[in-house]
């Protein structure tokens, strides 16, 4: 089996890329993610460190909105190097940003992508309604990625409708993931991904441990559960899309 972790913040991992690389036999490539300038640029030297096995991402996350005016031009300066734009999206659980700032900056982000042709990498917790707003105004649902989608059924029909694709990650293999495992039901395989976060959200039996993307495998076989596949098929149909969505 060969899989495709699309969410992977090697750069925020204390350990050394190469040894999770090196780990992640079952892992033919991984995209990386930044969350800041700093981080985006970090994705992009270890893209260029690692051609082929890593891509990189460049955005600015919810959490960091309030540093568009600062950072922004230099983000999209990456991203036109960049297989895709983000990590951005909305965060109304901890708010560490002003919603007002968290919606400008995904708006420039979203505008970005279109610009440029790329799919965007979308962060989504506690704001389900005001993010697809943002989809269906610009338009970017079909080069949208959801990232560890976790919305139930009523929303995950909802994002199906303007054409997202959706990113699974270790909740949907947690004791408490029903509500992500009826979503995950409603969503066609061709419009599945997987990843890890990693160095967060390890997927059981590595609960409360850091990530890696050689657990990508264990997020596949918790979907291929759901759906009623065998780990190898999820593998082959994810890995198909990640070709697709990011261009590959």
């Known amino acids: 089996m060969r899989w495709v972790d699309t969410h992977c913040h090697l750069q925020l991992d204390e350990r050394q890329p190469e040894v999770l690389l090196e780990r992640a036999a079952e892992v033919e490539w991984v995209v990386v993610p930044g969350v ?8 992009a030297l270890l893209a260029a460190a690692y051609p082929g096995k890593v891509l ?17 031009d230099a983000i999209a300066e990456i991203a036109t190097e960049a297989v895709a734009i983000g ?3 909305l965060d109304f ?7 007002a700032d968290q919606i400008r900056s995904f708006r420039r982000q979203i505008k970005l992508a279109m610009d440029l042709g790329k799919p965007i990498i979308v962060h989504c917790r506690d704001a389900f ?6 989809i269906e105004e610009s338009g970017v649902g079909p080069q949208t990625v959801m990232h560890c989608w976790t919305g139930g ?18 909740p949907v293999a947690f004791e408490t993931g029903d509500t992500v495992r009826l979503g995950a039901a409603e969503v066609p395989p061709e419009r599945a991904l997987v990843e890890t976060d990693t160095p967060y959200l390890a997927p059981p039996p590595h609960r409360g441990q850091p990530n890696e ?3 990508v495998a264990l997020v596949g076989a918790a979907l291929g559960r759901v759906w009623g596949m ?12 990640a070709a697709r969505v990011f261009k590959r």
């Open 213 to 215: 993307p050689a657990w």
């Open 129 to 134: 309604a005001e993010v697809i707003e943002l």
């Open 36 to 43: 800041d300038l700093d981080s985006s640029r970090e994705a």
């Open 230 to 241: 065998e780990a190898a098929d999820v593998a082959a149909v994810t890995s198909a899309n």
């Open 87 to 89: 990590e951005t999206g």
């Open 56 to 72: 990189a991402s460049a955005g600015l996350h919810p959490h960091e909105a309030e540093s568009w005016p600062a950072q922004g």
């Open 153 to 170: 059924p009523r929303w995950t029909r909802r994002y199906l409708d303007v054409g997202v694709t959706f990113s699974f990650a270790g």
């Open 93 to 99: 659980y901890r708010t560490l940003s002003p919603r």
